[in-house]
């Protein structure tokens, strides 16, 4: 069983940046690969962002591409979401996830944190 643990949320004004981590436990956390979700109140989780197991080929929903970069360190099991020139749109709870493959992080992750809250002010 994948556990994942977010942490790094907080309170950012506009412009600013803020980074999120993720520390995985479980059988054989370094394979799978890893991605984040958000979910505003009152609307469906939506994708944000994924990456491989081995660090590769990492993926972004549009409104993030350009501004917020995924990345992982297999050693620490952890794998991080920093967010730049962050928008109040941006304000969410953030999941983590986790799965075989990258294309299931990214459509129907089996595995999810308990989530992070990030507010941006304007």
């Known amino acids: 069983q994948e556990q994942l643990a977010e942490s790094g949320g907080g309170w950012v004004e506009a412009g600013g940046p803020l980074r999120l981590s993720c520390a995985a436990s479980g059988r054989t956390p370094s394979r799978y690969a890893r991605g984040w979700f958000r979910q505003v109140p009152g609307k469906e989780r939506e994708f944000g962002a994924a990456i491989s197991w081995i660090g590769g080929s990492p993926t972004y929903t549009d409104s993030v591409k350009g501004r917020f970069t995924i990345s992982r360190d297999n050693a620490k099991n952890t794998v991080y979401l920093q967010m730049n020139s962050l928008k109040p749109e941006d304000t969410a709870v953030y999941y983590c996830?986790?799965?075989?493959?990258?294309?299931?992080?990214?459509?129907?992750?089996?595995?999810w944190g308990q989530g992070t809250q990030v507010t941006v002010s304007s």
């Open positions: 996830t986790a799965g075989e493959r990258t294309y299931t992080v990214r459509t129907s992750p089996p595995y």
